[in-house]
């Protein structure tokens, strides 16, 4: 077997194990990220208060999972808690979708 194969295979495997059955439309993503998400999160995914994590390139199977968690109580957070519970099975895709899609440039210190 060949070496995309098995990494195939893999990725495969790791999709199916998120719950995910499709891939989210970054399009929908960004919409939806504009209307609720870019106020902490900033649209870039690049975090504008303190508190709030960056999500830009983020892997999308973690993003799905965090916000599957505070929907369902299983992460606790006072805002995420209450901006999860409205969101759909296809809204989390689609902001997974759009947030990891998202470029980021990393470089170590100097």
């Known amino acids: 077997m060949s070496r995309l194969s098995v990494l195939t295979a893999i990725l495969f495997a ?12 970054a399009a929908a993503g960004k919409a939806k990220v504009s ?8 649209s870039d ?3 504008k208060l303190p508190e ?9 199977p973690y993003l799905v999972k965090a916000l599957e968690d505070f929907r369902s109580g299983a992460r606790k957070n006072e805002m995420m808690s209450v901006i999860a ?11 997974a979708a759009y947030f990891s899609g998202i470029s980021i440039t990393v470089a170590p210190p100097q």
């Open 14 to 25: 790791v999709s199916l194990s998120t719950g995910v059955a499709h891939a989210g439309d």
């Open 52 to 60: 709030a994590p960056n999500l830009a390139g983020q892997v999308e």
């Open 35 to 42: 209307a609720q998400c870019a106020v902490c999160h900033g």
């Open 85 to 95: 519970e409205q969101l759909s099975d296809d809204d989390i895709a689609n902001i």
């Open 45 to 47: 995914g690049l975090s």
